[in-house]
């Protein structure tokens, strides 16, 4: 999704709003004037109009900005407020003023600072791409039984403070858990996603579970195209289409998973498998749709096979992939999370991690135990 050059025409509501802006700035400065707007009113009227456009600012780049540069925000945000206002207000001694007129130099100060340096911040991030996030998915795959998968959960919803804050967890058992995980995870950060949902919407399906069901269960992702899928269960592009159109309509964001197997990997056509796989399903969805999706890379040769992929093969993959969205959907691919789903570990996540188009891991085996799935999350921290 390339961004236009051509100004953004102004929407009515955008309009209405400014219009009433503009009007009530100017009530509030017409009774400033004549005197029936006592004059700490209208400065405390005035600072809150530019606290609150500052905030706008800040919310609007914080997520286009990498943690190192966040931190340097916060410093700007807080700077003005002990140095300028606190010790000003101290230090402006008049015994002959009221504290409206001692604090009012260093609060105008202040926030003038601040509003300066929210502006700076803005004009400097708000066209860079945003940040992508940084997910650790858990694909628990028919492992556990329900009261221990509501247990795992527990383990990791208590140990979640060991990783990183801006990690995005995600578990995902088995549909017999779904219900029980969901309750082990009220109240956390760590979502709730599928291994996989039906093609159709409804109907006679027997052993089916659709789209519908695992959302109102309280899935908010949904694990699609699978390698084990498509092995051992025939799921082709065509099926797959079919079942991203059902995570969409019941608001479940889809991880689509891509990757070659080691007969294609030995002749060379991995980056034409990947290609075919990214064409026939995500290279259908609207802009939209691909603004919330995330994809999987499995490299399915390295895995059960004694074959290892390194840390340089899933980059050089990964870049691939997100050449391949590019040319579709232009800047929205610097956006969009790739994982790595080739046996993910503690061990070897940092780096990973490290590289620059590797955005977090699908994690199979490591996921059944709390300490090693967070710890997967510590990799990005390293």
Known sequence: MKRSNTPSKLSPQRGARIALLLSGCCAVCTLTVTGLLPRPLFDALFLCGLLVLSARRIRVVLPH??????????????????????????????????????????AYVAVAFLFIAAHIFYFLYKNKPKMRKK???????MN???????????????????????????????????????????GSN??????????????????????????ALGCRYVILGHSERRQYYGETSETLNL??????????????????????RE???????????????????TPEQFADLVIAYEPVW?????????????????????????????????ETPILYGGSCKPSNAAE????EDVDGGLIGGAALKAEDFLGIGQGFAK
């Not at 002749?267 to 969805?285: S, T, Y």
């Not at 992939?321 to 691919?333: E, T």
């Open 190 to 215: 760590i979502a709730l996603g599928a291994q996989n949902c039906a093609a159709e919407e409804k109907g006679a399906y027997t052993g089916e579970v659709s789209a519908a069901m695992i959302a």
């Open 135 to 141: 997910i650790v998915a858990g694909n628990w795959k």
């Open 243 to 264: 079942k991203m159109a059902r995570a969409y309509a019941h608001g479940l964001t889809p991880v689509y998973c891509v990757g070659e197997n080691l007969e294609e």
């Open 65 to 106: 900005m990498t943690p190192r540069q966040r931190e340097w925000l916060y410093v700007w945000v807080y700077v003005p407020l002990f140095c300028f206002f606190l010790p000003g207000s101290a230090l402006w001694r008049d015994t002959e003023a009221g504290l409206g007129e001692r604090i009012r130099t260093p």
């Open 144 to 186: 556990t039984l329900p009261a221990e998968g509501a247990e795992l959960a527990k383990g990791i919803v208590a140990q979640r403070a060991t990783a990183p804050a801006e990690v995005n967890f995600i578990v995902c058992p088995p549909f017999t858990h779904l219900s029980q995980v969901a309750e082990a995870l009220k």
């Open 267 to 285: 002749a060379g056509k991995h980056f034409d498998v990947v290609k075919a796989q990214i064409e026939e399903v995500v290279c259908n969805l």
């Open 352 to 355: 990973l991690f490290a590289k």
């Open 302 to 334: 390295a895995i059960g096979t004694g074959k290892t992929a390194t840390a340089d093969q899933a980059q050089e993959i990964h870049a691939f992939i997100r050449k391949v969205l590019a040319d579709k959907f232009g800047a929205a691919a610097a």
